[in-house]
């Protein structure tokens, strides 16, 4: 009985130690992993009924109000300056580049002429008077661009 006994305790005692190294060996990995998503899980529990609706209601619109209202000014003051800039000098900026009669570049402080609708410009003094002579036969070749053939 007394042998029983002790090989019982014994083998208690070795269970209970075993099951203690086990756990603590166990444990410590265990400590590591468990311990942080308990920590996760019991936040979001208490957090999930006050806090997640604040912060979700409030950060959702944010975001798309932010890029609307950064992204519709940028866009619209881009769009707008750009072409206002550009269109501005084009009405009265000549249609060619050369002037038709001598080939010369078109020179912006010339006066310019009116054909059909166009803007001609002219590269010298001489060939505005032999443009007004015969407009209809320079003229397209000014709205060309292109070098008039005699
Ligand atoms: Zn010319």
Not at 68 to 80: Q, R
Not at 95 to 120: F, K, R, W
């Amino acid at each position: 009985m007394i042998r029983s006994v002790s090989v019982f305790l014994f083998a208690f005692l070795a269970g209970a130690a075993v099951a203690l190294v086990a756990r603590t060996v166990r444990h410590a990995p265990h400590a590591d992993a468990p311990e942080p998503p308990l920590v996760l899980e019991q936040a979001p529990m208490v957090s999930n009924a006050l806090v997640p609706p604040a912060p979700t209601a409030a950060a959702a619109p944010q975001p798309p109000e932010t890029h609307a209202h950064a992204h519709a000014p940028a866009a619209s003051a881009t769009s707008a300056t750009t072409p206002v800039r550009s269109e501005t000098p084009t009405v009265a900026r000549p249609v060619n580049t050369i002037c038709a009669i001598c080939g010369m570049d078109v020179d912006p402080s010339l006066p310019t002429e009116q054909y059909q609708g166009h803007t001609i410009g002219f590269g010298c003094r001489a060939c505005p008077p032999k443009f007004r002579a015969e407009p209809d036969k320079y003229g397209p070749a000014y709205v060309r661009n292109e070098l008039h053939a005699p």
